[in-house]
């Protein structure tokens, strides 16, 4: 069963590997590396004005570390037939489950790394301690992880709520101590602690799986809940057939809609503005990234960060929202319209302009709070407003020109 597990990831791995391509194109790649790095500039001049041995420097560190820990769920890779041709195999199974905590384990090793990496020089000043002792935090923390998917792996067994809610706190609770002790006393202390409760994990969990069934129907739902979780974030730069999109009434939109005059000249307009307005997957989209990029600004203090931050959200905003041109294509009818083709695109060309207004406001509301010095908060609206006209005149006829190509 190790090896068909093998199967299945590589299979899996295939798939997540044609997607990422998609996500990590050069514009996520251009808006990661400006908000890390303005981030990274922001972080280090928090922490020169920091005095030696800040107090609330551990408090911090130890729940952001409470946090990251519980990153990540267990892969299993199960499917709805499981249940009924795999089931005569469940003996077996536990080596197909070893090898999905294996696996599971690495993506949040690489998130503890980094996280506890750029969350070390607050530990260096709040302990006194040196760089070198990151070493014992990141194997205590890995230790910490390991036990915590140990434990979602006894929770795919038949066992209660209850039951499973008790090993959950008792990880938990050990997890805090083992914590606390590496901030407060010695890294050497809460490295012992968490590897003592891994082995106590491991040991005490193996045995009482021996004496229970898998529950077939809650490994499937949960690995169905994760995976849609993996699809969501990946919908965000392009089109999964994983994941439907749904379409709501929202009758309360309808004097929106209502401001588009019923004329000739505005058939595709209303198609694409109703599309929008009751559908999920431009609209949700529209609002993740107004939601992100207003909360990101809403932190940030310095002019050049804020300026570069808020014009890539409106650039991303954008460059999201053209493919709304091809929605109606699959319809015969639309085909059948008494109305030039150039109306598409000046249609497409409107909404966008019109939502990347309302996202620029939006924005420019967060800056303007934001930043200390009104004159600079002044100087980011008229940018966005700028960006905005030049984005709708200019980039958008180019990408349309360019799809139907």
Not at 101 to 120: E, H, I, K, T
Not at 193 to 221: G, N
Not at 398 to 403: I, S, T
Request: hydrophobic share 55%; glycine share 6%.
């Amino acid at each position: 069963m190790s090896g068909f597990y093998g199967i299945r990831l590589a299979r899996h791995l295939r798939k997540m590997m044609k997607y990422m391509r998609y996500v990590f194109n050069d514009h996520f790649i251009l808006v990661c590396v400006f908000l890390l790095g303005g981030l990274g500039f922001y972080y280090s001049q928090v922490l020169k004005t920091l005095p030696v041995h800040f107090v609330w420097g551990r408090p911090l560190v130890l729940l952001l570390w409470l946090a990251i820990i519980q990153i990540g769920r267990i892969a299993t890779l199960a499917e709805e037939a499981d249940k009924v041709f795999i089931l005569p195999k469940e003996p077996e199974m536990d080596s197909y489950l070893n090898r999905a905590l294996r696996y599971s384990f690495w993506v949040p090793l690489v998130a503890l790394f980094l996280l506890g990496g750029m969350s070390m020089p607050l530990v260096v000043v709040s302990t006194g301690w040196a760089f070198s002792t990151f070493f014992y935090f990141i194997v205590m923390l890995g230790s910490l992880k390991a036990s915590h998917l140990r434990v979602q792996k006894y929770e795919l067994y038949q066992i209660s709520s209850k039951e499973y809610v008790q090993w959950f706190v008792l990880w938990l609770i050990t997890s805090l101590l083992a914590i606390v002790c590496s901030l407060y006393i010695m890294p050497v202390v809460g490295l012992l602690i968490a590897i003592l409760q891994f082995v106590f994990f491991c040991l005490a969990l193996k045995k009482k799986e021996q004496s229970v069934s898998l529950d077939w129907e809650k490994m499937i739902r949960q690995e169905k809940n994760r995976m849609h979780r993996i699809y969501q974030f990946i919908h965000l730069f392009t089109d999964v057939p994983e994941i439907s999109s749904s379409v709501k009434r929202r009758k309360y939109l309808d004097p929106l809609l209502s401001r588009i005059k019923a004329t000739t000249t505005n058939t595709y307009l209303y198609l694409y503005a109703r599309s929008f307005l009751r559908g999920s997957e431009y609209s949700g989209l529209f609002i993740r990234l107004v939601l992100v990029g207003g909360v990101i600004l809403f932190f940030l203090k310095e002019f050049w960060i804020s300026m570069g931050v808020s014009v890539l959200f409106i650039y991303l905003i954008g460059f999201q929202l053209i493919p709304i041109y091809t929605q109606f294509d699959y319809m015969v009818m639309t085909h059948l319209y008494p109305v030039p083709v150039g109306q598409k695109k000046q249609a497409v060309s409107k909404l966008v302009t019109v939502l990347l207004f309302v996202a620029a406001i939006l924005f420019s509301g967060f800056v303007l709070i934001a930043l200390p010095d009104f004159t600079e908060g002044l100087m980011v609206v008229i940018v966005l407003l700028v960006e905005v006209v030049l984005f709708a005149k200019l980039y958008v006829p180019y990408r349309l020109k360019k799809m139907e190509a």
